[in-house]
């Protein structure tokens, strides 16, 4: 089955810098998509992408579709507290098959005041 | 409104119960799934339905087994609980088992003692 390598695991911070995490994977995938998980709640969708080379960004997020089809990053410009949860990379092909997400490992990432 | 909704949201019960957990989706989507969470925040996907039909499958013990009354709806009822069993189950929707965007119910966390 396809496997997705995410990293870093964790990230330690300070307010206001910026953060970068990315996913790999050893096979091709046609969507790749970006879940933010806090304490206590499902994964909440930040950013979907369909298209290789496709840079998306919402708010102060963004997210590339690697050319390749195997990776894709996300960024977060200018960190705050509330940015605080795990990220989640999810890969999935599209079109006739049944797949459902597969998910790399997710990066914990914690603001130092 | 809440779009995937499950419950119950906490459940704690002893070895050799049989438990269900319930979900429901108001986004008018085709595709349920039922994830699972476990201890390192791996996620997983354990089932998906399309129109009340199951599309997918993983290695799954036959003591769980889910039922979709219908497209809104999709259950999952565990025999026989496990204490390896215990993590937290996720509920998802999209419109269609490919290339479309998964979004998660808020999770069932399952403890089994």
């Known amino acids: 089955g396809q496997q997705l390598n995410q990293s870093p695991q964790s990230m330690f911070i300070q307010e206001g810098e910026d953060v970068s995490m990315n996913c790999t994977s050893s096979?091709?995938?046609?969507?790749w998509l970006w879940y933010k998980q806090e304490p206590g709640e499902g994964p909440v969708l930040l950013i979907a992408l369909y298209k290789a080379g496709e840079l998306t960004s919402n708010g102060r997020l963004t997210a590339q579709f690697g050319i390749t089809r195997k990776d894709s990053f996300l960024n977060i410009s200018a960190s705050i507290p509330s940015d605080v949860g795990i990220y989640f990379c999810?890969?999935?092909?599209?079109?006739?098959?049944?797949?459902?997400?597969?998910f790399g490992k997710g990066t914990h990432l914690i603001i130092q005041p | 409104d809440t779009a995937v909704s499950q419950t119950p949201k906490y459940l704690v019960t002893q070895m050799g119960n049989d438990k269900s957990i319930k979900c429901e989706q108001n986004?008018?989507?085709?595709?349920m799934y039922w994830y699972k969470q476990d201890s390192k925040k791996f996620l997983k996907i354990m089932f998906s339905y399309n129109n009340k039909e199951l599309i997918i499958n993983e290695t799954v013990p036959n003591r769980f087994s889910p039922k979709s009354p219908d497209k809104a709806h999709l259950n999952l009822h565990i025999n026989s609980l496990e204490l390896g069993d215990s993590a937290v189950y996720f509920c998802?929707?999209?419109?269609?088992?490919?290339?479309?965007?998964?979004?998660f119910g808020e999770g069932s966390w399952l403890t089994v003692v």
């Open positions: 998802a929707s999209s419109h269609g088992p490919g290339g479309n965007t998964i979004y």
């Open positions: 986004l008018g989507h085709d595709t």
């Open positions: 999810a890969g999935q092909i599209s079109g006739g098959g049944a797949d459902g997400l597969t």
């Open positions: 096979s091709i995938f046609n969507t």
